[in-house]
């Protein structure tokens, strides 16, 4: 993992031979929910519902992730955003097996998706926890003074 806190697989980060088609509205609204946590949170993913993760233990440990629903990687973004957590992507295939596949009821319409998914994020911007935390000026002096303490 590096300096890494969280590695997220990204299956939008390169093509690879055995890619195959994202369903299109699964697409349209990764694209957008992306899209919108980038401009939001001034992170860098390219997807933000890829399940494939890794995350450093004392970074999991910091989250206090509440929402068991789709919607729970949005709110692992906004609080690693928050903490200032450092987030690293690697590509993998995008393969998917069952285009037809549903996200049970009430979700299957992408619309739907969308507006639970935007709640989601607004839910956790609009969250005490965890205190937004401003990156350091400078990461040198920040590794000096938690290696001090």
Same mark, same amino acid.
């Given at each position: 993992?590096?300096?890494?806190?969280?590695v997220?697989?990204?299956?939008?980060?390169?093509?690879?031979?055995?890619?195959?088609?994202?369903?299109?509205?699964r697409?349209?609204?990764?694209?957008?929910?992306?899209?919108?946590?980038n401009?939001?949170?001034?992170?860098?993913?390219?997807?933000?519902?890829?399940?494939?993760?890794?995350?450093?233990?004392?970074?999991?440990a910091?989250l206090?992730?509440?929402?068991?629903?789709?919607?729970?990687?949005?709110?692992?973004?906004?609080?690693? #955003?928050?903490?200032?957590?450092k987030?690293?992507? !690697? %590509?993998? $295939?995008?393969?998917? @097996?069952?285009? =037809? &596949?549903?996200?049970?009821?009430?979700?299957?319409?992408?619309?739907?998706?969308?507006?639970?998914?935007?709640?989601?994020?607004?839910? #956790?911007?609009?969250?005490?926890?965890?205190?937004? !935390? %401003?990156? $350091?000026?400078?990461? @040198?002096?920040? =590794? &000096?003074?938690?290696?001090?303490?």
């Open positions: 993992m590096g300096a890494a806190d969280i997220s697989a990204s299956r939008y980060l390169a093509d690879f031979p055995e890619n195959n088609l994202a369903p299109p509205d697409q349209r609204v990764n694209h957008k929910i992306t899209d919108n946590l401009a939001t949170l001034k992170i860098n993913i390219t997807d933000a519902f890829c399940g494939f993760k890794a995350y450093r233990t004392d970074a999991l910091k206090r992730i509440t929402e068991n629903g789709w919607g729970m990687p949005l709110q692992v973004w906004v609080q690693a #955003a928050r903490l200032g957590l987030i690293v992507e !690697v %590509a993998i $295939p995008r393969i998917y @097996l069952d285009p =037809n &596949r549903t996200f049970g009821v009430g979700l299957t319409n992408p619309d739907s998706r969308m507006q639970y998914y935007m709640s989601v994020i607004d839910d #956790a911007l609009n969250s005490p926890f965890p205190p937004r !935390v %401003a990156p $350091p000026l400078n990461p @040198l002096a920040a =590794n &000096r003074s938690m290696s001090a303490g």
